[in-house]
């Protein structure tokens, strides 16, 4: 593996960061507050969206120090529940929701399509706002006493039955979600309005057809989010409402709205990630991604399909056997496009010059854990065992598998691959792939006993359990500390990188992507002059023609 | 391409911001048709989160409805198709003033677009007006829930709120039922409320169109504001003309 290596960087002793760039376009606070460039309110999302993460993740690892033992030792119970509802609101909606599409996807978009900006850099500005307004709500509420609905919400528990900050709570959500309509929206405007001359639809690269998917349920979905969350606070203020049966309303209404959102968010989450992983795969495996036509519509097949699978998430909350077993029929259908990508993947590593630089040990870390959280989907997605395993720990390891070695594998491929796009430096290497390597370890040991738990029937959202359930729990929470010390690296090389990286040079993966084609850190408006596109997606062939005529002309 | 001739090329595209493009033109986009049809798809797309939205009131609506007919059937009663009707006039001649404004923008008359601007906004403030008007009745009846003593009387007893009996003549509801006309009410209030706080947003947004309008800002051929601020308010008159027939009448169609 020593010598296989595609990275090729500049000589450092002469090599600098070209003076002029978007980092060093203006300066002081107020030009980053107020900025309309793509790529600094990229930035500002990074920065934002790592706090949460910690914060997120520092709630995760209290959740897994008290299932350390099986009494109700560290926490009392309803602190327990405050800790994983606080866990669960502000991983999905401050980090997991807008991980890829408003970093990476900011950062990248209008570079892939062959723009200066996205079509809105005020609303895109307006976004991080929102974005950032709703998280100092939720840090507000979780410093005022948390809520410990679950990040569900579920009625009649918090219109009714409960005393803490639930309105602050579904405000905040409200809020952030806007935040999330907005990027949607401006993607979709983007990449519909701004493509650059020879830009057509089958040319773009897949990360710009996985963003355009999951802006669709951004746009369509969240909305109806909003609306249920303020007809949840308008219910708990005025003690009158359609949720609560004690007043004559429908809880299983607040499940309907509730999952018609939250189930098509999962694909809000884990479509950018797909993006990512195309990219990924086709650069360090020097081939085009197979079925390029197949992997674009598979996209677009899981935004509509995601929205016809909502009430598999209530099979045991009494709807009726025939729209379970419809819902069922649907829900196996996702299973569909989801195996086209991963086939496509597979095939596009076949016969490939596969090297193993740290994007790409994310990126096939990836490829495993989906595969094993999509397959347990298609177990809790037939009524029959679902019925035993829902509610029980095997649901958490699921969407654990797809969220966390889905989408933050994917997310940590991505930063890493585009880091030196991003700050014009290279992140260190070995160290970064040893973080890799301890993310996919401490993972799997975290999650996996999580499964076996569950079919054992040890039920979520408790803080204690019977004792025979310890040795797994043990396991663990000592897969957490590993999985922390994984998360913890990348924030030390990569903040070390920023000053003693090496320099990057424009295109140091030998990547086909338009975005790879101008200066790193790229210029304001991204590009010299807008580009023309002449080729296709991922022609490796083009690229080494151009790199050609590169090395002759110099 | 190698850093330096990026650095020139970036620096002499920076040193000419306005070439030959209008002014109004942003850096951006390449030209004002390409801007205009962006911020034009923009606001059709939002339109598009704004029908999911006011989707998850309707639906849980026409749920409530079906499970508890007669009570929003006795509750619709309460309001005064005289005012709802006045009020659906008001706001379809708003749409077409607006829609004047955004003509009288496109040729370029300042004059004719202040007067529609002014008169769009008058027909708003009127609308928000009689919706104050009903509300305020609904508040002396005590039949707004949840915060201002909820009262039964009018459907576990019809006759003692002779104006409405002798219209509709309606039999009294079972306690229960009756009890359901809360629900109602509540879905009145958050449509109505719903829709009444996007009027605001539009007459805010009406009264610095004026201001900027004054100026001549909308007058030059750059007139993709008005534009889609004219789409947004035809797109909340097009809610109310669901909701009028949704909540006043129940019982006539």
Known sequence: MSAATIVTLPDQATARIPKMNFLTKENGLLSWLLTGDHKRIATLYLISITFFFFIGGALAGLIRLELLTPQNDLVAADTYNKLFSMHGLIMVFFFLVPSVPATIGNFLMPMMVGAKDLALPKINLLSWYLYVIGGLMMLWTMCVGGVDTGWTFTTPLSTHYLNTHVVSAAMSVFVAGFSSILTGLNFIVTIHKMRCPGMTWFRLPLFVWSNYAASILMVLGTPVLAITLTLVALERIFHIGVFDPAFGGDPLLFQHLFWFYSHPAVYIMILPGFGVISEVISTFSRKRVFGYTAVAFSSVAIAVFGFFVWAHHMFIMGISNYSALVFSLLTMLVAVPSAIKIYNWA????????????PMLYAIGFMG????????????????????????????????????????????????????????????EKISQLAALTTFIGFNLTFFPQFIL??????????????????????????????????????????????????AGDNPWHATGLEWQTQSPPLTENFPEIPIMDHEAYDYEWLERMERKEVASV | ??????????????????????????????????????????????????????????????????????????????????????????????????????????????????????????????????????????????????????????????????????????????????????????????????????????????????IRARTGAYTNGHFTFVENFGLYWHFVDIIWIFLYPLLYLISRY
């Open chain 2, 1 to 210: 391409m190698s850093d330096s001739t990026a650095i020139a090329q970036g620096a002499s595209a920076g040193a000419a911001p306005h070439g030959e493009h209008p002014s109004y033109q942003r850096h951006h986009f390449e030209t004002v048709g390409q801007q205009f049809d962006a911020t034009n798809f923009a606001m059709w797309i939002f339109l598009l989160t704004e029908v999911m939205f006011f989707g998850g009131l309707f639906t849980s609506y026409l749920i409530m409805r079906n499970w508890y007919y007669r009570a929003f059937v006795e509750g619709s009663h309460q309001l005064s198709i005289l005012w709802g009707t006045a009020n659906t006039t008001v706001l379809i001649i708003s749409s077409f003033t607006m829609a004047m404004a955004v003509w009288s923008a496109q040729m370029r008359r300042k004059g004719a677009l202040l007067l529609f601007l002014g008169l769009t906004f008058l027909l708003g403030i009127a609308f928000l007006g009689i919706k104050g008007i009903e509300w305020h009745e609904k508040w002396v009846k005590h039949h707004v829930p949840g915060i201002h003593q909820y009262s039964e009387q009018a459907f576990l007893n019809p006759a003692s709120d002779p104006e409405v009996f002798k219209e509709y003549h309606d039999k009294p509801l079972s306690p229960g039922m009756a009890q359901k006309t809360e629900e109602y009410f509540f879905l009145y209030f958050a449509m109505t409320g719903m829709h009444a706080l996007h009027m605001v947003i539009g007459v805010c947004l009406l009264v610095y169109i004026f």
């Open chain 1, 347 to 358: 095939f596009t590593l076949y016969k490939g010059s596969i090297t193993f630089e740290t």
């Open chain 1, 369 to 428: 854990l989906f595969t094993i959280g999509g397959l347990t989907g298609v177990f809790l997605g037939a009524t029959g065992t679902d019925i035993h395993l829902t509610e029980t720990y095997f649901v958490v390891a699921h969407f654990h598998f797809v969220m966390v070695g889905g989408m933050l594998m994917s997310f940590l491929a991505g930063i890493h691959f585009w880091w030196p796009k991003w700050t014009g430096r290279m992140y260190p």
């Open chain 1, 454 to 503: 569950g079919t054992l029937g040890m039920p979520r959202r408790y803080a204690a359990y019977p004792p025979e359930f310890q040795v797994l729990n043990v396991f663990s929470t000592a897969g957490a500390t590993v999985l922390g010390i994984g998360y913890l690296l990348p924030i030390l090389y990569l903040t070390w990188s920023l000053k003693y990286g090496a320099i």
